[in-house]
T-cell receptor, first 112, second 117 residues
Framework: SQQGEEDPQALSIQEGENATMNCSYK?????LQWYRQNSGRGLVHLIL?????REKHSGRLRVTLDTSKKSSSLLITASRAADTASYFC????????????FGAGTRLFVKA | GAVVSQHPSWVICKSGTSVKIECRSL??????MFWYRQFPKQSLMLMAT?????????EQGVEKDKFLINHASLTLSTLTVTSAHPEDSSFYIC?????????????FGEGSRLTVL
């Protein structure tokens, strides 16, 4: 069953603007990961944040994690048209066997 | 980064036939692979966890006799959709975790789009 929920479901912004996506989850986690998926393609790993970390940066990406609220956010700064894709958060848990469960995803459209 | 190859990338079959999808880790060993199913504009639903040398662990609601998983080596897992029906049409994606890794990132194949006529 799905673990996380993301909002917004869809986001349309202008090139150069920042895009923020949020993810909430239900159970305790080992880590939380963000992935990107271009239409009809596989997923590409973007960034992993461990349960004892609060913030992480990678290039134009900034991820925060609040385990007390069971939520995470992904910020993409200075967006580009090439950032247009679906973004998923995924939580790694070790309950009932180790597995990674994906949220519903946010479809981001960056207009040139 | 690690590469996962999935084959075929798309397949069309007649109702009642079986289809096999392969997932290979090309440059690393994967003791654990995961099979996901994705409907259009939806998220990935975990179907099963494939463990090398042992039986797959299926998620609740996934028919193990319908979706046969074999993980015969450290670099290959296969998903066979048996007696396929139109409702099995979907995008199937595999992923692999590095051997020895516990909670690290997953490496994904490019997916296989199945259309059952």
């Amino acid at each position: 069953s799905q673990q996380g929920e993301e909002d917004p479901q869809a986001l349309s912004i202008q090139e150069g603007e920042n895009a923020t996506m949020n993810c909430s989850y239900k159970t305790s986690i080992n880590n939380l990961q963000w992935y990107r998926q271009n239409s009809g393609r596989g997923l590409v790993h973007l960034i992993l944040i461990r349960s004892n970390e609060r913030e992480k940066h990678s290039g134009r990406l900034r991820v925060t994690l609040d385990t007390s609220k069971k939520s995470s956010s992904l910020l993409i700064t200075a967006s580009r048209a090439a950032d247009t894709a679906s973004y998923f958060c995924a939580t790694a848990t070790n309950t009932g066997g180790f597995k990674t469960i994906f949220g519903a995803g946010t479809r981001l459209f960056v207009k040139a | 980064g690690a590469v996962v190859s999935q084959h075929p990338s798309w397949v069309i079959c007649k109702s009642g036939t079986s289809v096999k999808i392969e997932c290979r880790s090309l440059d690393f060993q994967a003791t654990t692979m995961f099979w996901y199913r994705q409907f259009p504009k939806q998220s990935l639903m975990l179907m099963a966890t494939s463990n090398e040398g042992s039986k797959a662990t299926y998620e609740q609601g996934v028919e193990k006799d319908k979706f046969l998983i074999n993980h015969a080596s450290l670099t290959l897992s296969t998903l066979t959709v048996t007696s396929a029906h139109p409702e099995d049409s979907s995008f199937y994606i595999c992923s692999a975790r590095l051997a020895g890794g516990v909670s690290g990132e997953l490496f994904f194949g490019e997916g296989s789009r199945l259309t059952v006529l």
